[in-house]
């Protein structure tokens, strides 16, 4: 048994992981990433089997933000030629979920740019919800910026089931990659978010040249928060943004992070997110080893991979979409 092995066995019996032992895993040795793997394999399998859930965004808003979040392409100080466009209609919005029902995914996030969305877009936006969960059998999660309490209550009626909002990255490291708005605004949005009754999709973007220790105290951050999803974005980094250059990821890296927030979050639903396939390259199949959960057919202003693709990797791999079954089951399922 590995060092790993047995720290996974405590994690199943209810250990919390030490930031020492969150340090340990991500300064992993390149000769142990294997046990690594396995070892987080152990507690994935245990409360997710080997089901993964699959989620499509849609950016029904996008550019012209007057934030600036350094690895956006979306932000005032961009200058990425993406494109630009107010809130799409209702009709468009229920067509991006019918195509996501079409690719299997479980959940549908309509995503919008901006630091909070205006009265009118909540409005226009709960409406389109209203109609989606009237036609298809799927979750909808918004991702929609700061937001406030009876702006939360107002989608929760029309029938979002889930909130994203990231920290990101750790509090220490926050102001680094991003000046407009605060660490406490993104926790207190989260706030409002559960208040409203709305379950919570909350990660971070890695990458960003944050430290170990920035990423182990984002990892125990989360622990806090307590989402109900943790999506991991990978930076990709985007000429004309600040972070164009940035190079601080391995597709090593990327595992031995995803295995950090997977040994620390062993029930939460771990997305391999955004910047995936350009990060993880040809080692994209051991992340669902670790993380139960990705996107398909891209990002918001980048591409990504398409479904059939998806859904030939996990095939391929003896993986299956999750069926809407619960995410996190009261006990582990046991190992086959
Ligand atoms: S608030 Fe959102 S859209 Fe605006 S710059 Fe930040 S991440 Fe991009």
Known sequence: ??????????????????????????????????????????????????????????????????????????????????????????????????????????????????????????????SAVKRIKQELPMQVCCSLGLLTEPQAKRLKAAGVDRINHNLNTSEAYHSSICTTHTYQDRMTTLRNARAAGLELCSGGIVGMGESDEDLVALAFALRDVNPDSIPLNMLHPIPGTPLADANHLTPQRCLKILCLFRFIHPRRELRAAGGREFNLRSLQPMALYVADSLFVNGYLTTPGQPGREVERMLTDMGFEVAGGKPAVPDSPVPAN
Do not use: W
């Open 1 to 126: 048994m590995t060092r790993f092995d047995d720290l996974a066995e405590q994690v199943l019996q209810g250990h919390s992981v030490t930031r020492e032992e969150g340090l340990e895993i991500l300064q992993t040795d390149e000769a142990h990433l294997l046990p690594l793997v396995n070892a987080a394999y152990t507690i994935r399998h245990a409360y997710f089997g080997r089901t993964v859930t699959i989620q499509m965004l849609f950016n029904a808003k996008s550019g012209a933000c007057q934030e600036d979040c350094h690895y956006c392409s979306q932000s005032s100080i961009s200058t990425a030629s993406i494109d630009r466009y107010a809130l799409v209609s209702a009709d468009d919005m229920l067509k991006g979920a019918r195509q996501a029902h079409e690719a299997k995914a479980q959940r549908y996030c309509v995503v919008i740019s901006g630091r909070s969305p205006l009265e009118k877009e909540v409005t226009d936006i709960a």
